[in-house]
């Protein structure tokens, strides 16, 4: 008998109390950001997909084309060629693909090259229709970039 | 609650099938439930689902590159997943790790425990029908998440671990930072325990379901959080201390009930003592590289055959190695803990009501991922 | 043609009270479904409704839209006409309590003398349609989820009505109005344990969490209404919510005294400020309640009613049978 009210007591007190937690809840001011409208600032430390570095000084990226990065790619996503121009030591890049569907960021390529061309981008909100999105041609893009 | 169930009726019994799209399974596994009532008579778990051959991809590729794959299993304990790996080739190789790229393993694999026991917390709770637990544990692990996001780069599928050390140096801000969430997660927990831990409605569901022996236990494998909560005092971090947990002042957590509660307790108990694991570390974090600068570019493993087990969210996690003396290795076999855990489900689960199905699969904690690999 | 003229005055008070009741469930649910969700919102420290109209406002007529536009689907397995049936059988009867309740000393469709018995009687045809749903959906989950129900629901109305009949002991009457009018102290000062038991009983009643377990999500996906969605579905859900006004309007009326509170001006039409104040302080705990506590397991649930409420609620009644007649 006395287990019995024992237990209704107490258990009724730890109702009463998780109530008390939720009510104070309802008075604290939101945890969340509105996302599409609010955005947190991202870390520069993020690794999105890799991307080729535009360097200041030549205005234009610093692969060698030396192949270590197609190599050493677990996932098999980069696919680069290159080509002797007259006039230029060693080869030139002409194309340099990187399938991102396949990539898992395991950051291989960035530490394995010689001269430090790749880096990751801070692109987050990736998002695409059809593979063929993310198909991406970084040659392009670091041309394209400012 | 166990009951004993008439076996001959066969005209009510039916099969129920829980699973592979289901609330409380948390990811595709089936659970087949032969019922009899509300009581079930034969549950059995179906896996396969989300099978991706991840052993097989290993035999493919130099061992090093099957780092990234280990986060994949179990996406949950990412780090520690990696860092048992790194470990194995380490030791194939023969490597030593700068004292204090171990000490950032162990910082980083016990934020990241923190946070797939914050996540096991909420979901569990909203295996018991208790929405608002799992908003407060996510709004903790967030700050996890975000101050692991500052060194790693990623959120949740880590490839931070490099053999002979990891890819990146902290720095004081994550030093700030880590130490800040530490006092925030101390000051939360007492929230816990009386929003959830203290409540009655908690206690009844999940007091005296399941009953997890010792014997059992070793019958089936079962490691981690839940052997702990039979009463077994075995973690590796103390068994067999790897890295540097041989220098750090914890406790391991044990019950002896061997319910679904004392799993709870257990794993809640862990939390706090991750957090005194990694207070210490920050306190004694040496100076030095955190990358091993005479690592092979090309990993040639010696002939012979390797094994790494290291203490998972879950239970022990083993990664076993041959290798027939060149880059690739000849096969991996990983041992992960939710396969084993899962296995008991058909002898404990026997009898139960579905509610306290649902209760003691929410105490297995399952990435289903790291099941079926 | 006399008779007809001595009729009229009747015919427009029954036009208004049905146009009233449907005002009350419709509008209720709009109310109720935008709260819950705020409400749910900021007890997890989220904001809820955000994007349609000023902080979602305009969120519950959009969904009404996507609810209505839906097709409706029916397992090919069912059975047809009662699949469709239960909803409707669902829906149908909550217009009936609203038309005895005093919301105001002038605002009341009827006052019938078993006021009391009334409401209980409809109210529980929702167990029925509960149960038709789970039945015609051929579907497992959904057949748990009825038979939880009907066993829950017909536990429950036990304590619920015995708690309530202490104060019909009181009272002396079945009528809400003469409930209303016999309270000089509101009778939750007198009758506190009854007062929770009710509040428990009510909880059971609605099927809301953590008594819910006819829709149970995370063991049985969504319990009765598994196969429905669409109209039907939201049917089930505004006869959830109507269930729920129609459980605090009583509660209301016997223990927080009506319409009593400080006196308006016209108060025979604005009590009804102070009732639905009251009431929806009842659906603010209700709401409240949900979003803090996990489900009870289904035996456990049985256990509080038959071991802890019943007895007490029995004693309860024999005591102020007692004190009564004393
Ligand atoms: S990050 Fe890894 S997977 Fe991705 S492209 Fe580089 S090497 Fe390949
Ligand atoms: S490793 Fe670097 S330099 Fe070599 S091909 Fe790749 S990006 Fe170019």
Redesign the pocket.
């Known amino acids: 008998m006395k287990a019995y009210f024992t237990e209704l007591f107490t258990g009724a007190w730890s109702l009463i109390v998780g109530l008390t937690v939720t009510l104070k809840a309802l008075f604290s001011p939101v945890v969340t950001v509105q996302y599409p409208r609010q955005k947190i600032d991202v870390t520069p430390n993020y690794?999105g997909?890799?991307d080729l570095i535009k360097d200041p000084e030549t205005g234009t990226h610093r692969c060698i084309t030396c192949g270590m990065?197609m190599r050493?790619?677990?996932?098999?996503?980069?696919y680069l060629e290159g080509e002797k121009q007259e006039g230029v030591k060693g080869k030139v890049l002409t194309l340099y693909t990187?399938d991102y569907t396949?990539?898992?960021?395991?950051?291989?390529?960035?530490e394995v090259c010689p001269t430090q061309a790749?880096d990751y981008c801070d692109d987050y909100e990736v998002a695409g229709f059809a593979r063929e999105d993310f198909h991406y041609d970084l040659l392009k893009r670091v041309e394209e970039r400012e | 609650m166990n009951v004993d169930v008439i076996e001959d009726e066969r005209q009510h019994q039916f099969v129920l099938n829980m699973g592979p799209q289901h609330p409380s399974t948390h990811g595709v596994l089936r659970v087949l439930l032969k019922m009899e009532g509300e009581y079930v008579l034969d549950p059995q778990p179906v896996l396969g689902y989300v099978h991706r051959c991840h052993e097989k991809i290993g035999e493919y590729k130099p061992a090093r590159a099957f780092m990234?794959n280990t986060a994949r299993m179990d996406y949950l304990g990412a780090l520690i997943y990696n860092q048992g790996y790194a470990m194995l080739l380490e030791r194939a190789a023969g490597i030593e790790v700068p004292r204090r790229a171990e000490y950032i393993r162990v910082i980083t694999s016990e934020l990241n425990r923190i946070q797939s026991h914050l996540l096991w917390y909420g979901a569990y709770l909203l295996d018991l029908g208790a929405f608002t637990p799992i908003m407060y544990a996510f709004d903790d692990r967030e700050h996890i998440l975000d101050t692991l996001e500052d060194i790693c780069g990623s959120r949740l599928t880590y490839c931070y671990c490099r053999v002979g050390g990891v890819c990146k140096d902290i720095d004081d801000k994550f030093i700030e930072r880590t130490r800040a969430f530490i006092e925030r997660l101390r000051g939360r927990l007492p929230m816990y325990e009386k929003l959830v831990n203290g409540n009655i409605i908690v206690q009844k569901r999940m007091k005296s379901v399941g009953n997890y022996t010792p014997e059992l236990c070793a019958r089936y494998g079962v490691t981690g959080p839940l052997l702990r909560a039979a009463g077994v005092e075995y973690d590796l971090r103390k068994a067999e201390p790897y890295s540097v947990y041989s220098e750090f002042d914890f406790e391991v957590p044990t019950e002896q009930q061997g319910d679904a509660w004392a799993a709870f307790n257990v794993r809640y108990r862990e939390i706090e003592q991750s957090l005194r694991i990694v207070e210490q570390a920050l306190d004694k974090l040496p100076e030095g590289e955190v990358m091993e600068a005479k690592v092979p570019k090309k990993l040639r493993l010696p002939q012979g055959d390797y094994n790494c087990s290291v203490e998972a969210p879950r239970g022990e996690l083993s990664y076993y190695l041959v290798s027939d003396g060149s880059d690739i290795p000849y096969r991996i076999k990983v041992r992960t803990p939710s396969y084993s855990n899962l296995s008991v489900v058909p002898e404990v689960c026997k009898g139960m009501m579905i509610a306290d199905v649902v209760t003691s699969m929410g105490a297995l904690d399952l990435v289903i991922p790291e099941i079926d690999r | 043609m006399q008779t007809l003229n001595s009729y009229a005055p009747e015919i427009i008070r029954i036009v208004m009270a049905v146009v009233g009741g449907a005002v009350v469930v419709f509008g209720n649910a709009l109310v109720m479904g935008y709260m819950e969700r705020k409400l749910a919102g900021h007890f997890q420290r989220r904001t809820g409704p955000m994007e349609v109209g000023f902080h979602g406002l305009l969120q519950l007529v959009i969904d009404g839209i996507k609810l209505m536009s839906k097709q409706l689907v029916i397992p090919a397995k069912a059975d047809k006409p009662l699949f469709m049936l239960a909803p409707i059988i669902s829906f149908a009867p909550v217009f009936l309590p609203l038309l005895v309740i005093p919301f105001s000393d002038r605002i009341q469709g009827f006052d019938l003398d078993v006021g009391l018995l009334f409401v209980l009687a409809i109210a529980s045809i929702n167990v029925l349609a509960v149960l038709v749903a789970g039945w015609a959906s051929n579907n497992k989950y959904s057949m748990f989820g009825a038979f939880r129900a009907v066993a829950q629901n017909v536990a429950y109305e036990i304590p619920m009505l015995l708690s309530l009949l202490a104060i019909v002991f009181m009272t002396n009457t079945f009528s809400l109005r003469g409930i209303v009018e016999a309270q000089t102290v509101w009778f939750i000062v007198l009758q506190p344990v009854a007062f929770i038991i009710y509040l428990i009983c009510m909880v059971a009643e609605t099927n809301r969490a953590p008594f819910d377990l006819a829709e149970a999500e995370s063991e049985l996906t969504a319990g009765f209404h598994t196969e429905y969605s669409g109209m039907s579905f939201s049917l089930f859900m505004m006869a959830e919510y109507t269930n729920m006004f129609i459980v605090s309007c009583i509660a209301t009326v016997f223990f927080l005294g009506g319409t009593s509170g400080i006196p308006l001006p016209y108060f025979e039409y604005t009590g009804i400020i102070w009732f639905l104040l009251k009431v929806y302080l009842f659906m603010f705990f209700l709401v409240w309640i949900r979003w803090t506590y996990p489900r009870t397991r289904f035996d456990q649930l049985m256990n509080l009613c038959w071991k802890y409420l019943l007895p007490i609620s029995l004693v309860n009644l024999l005591i102020t049978v007692v004190v009564v007649k004393l």
Do not use: E, F, N
């Open positions: 690794r997909h890799i990065c050493d790619c677990p996932s098999d996503c980069i990187l396949k990539c898992s960021h395991c950051g291989a390529c960035v790749l | 990234p």
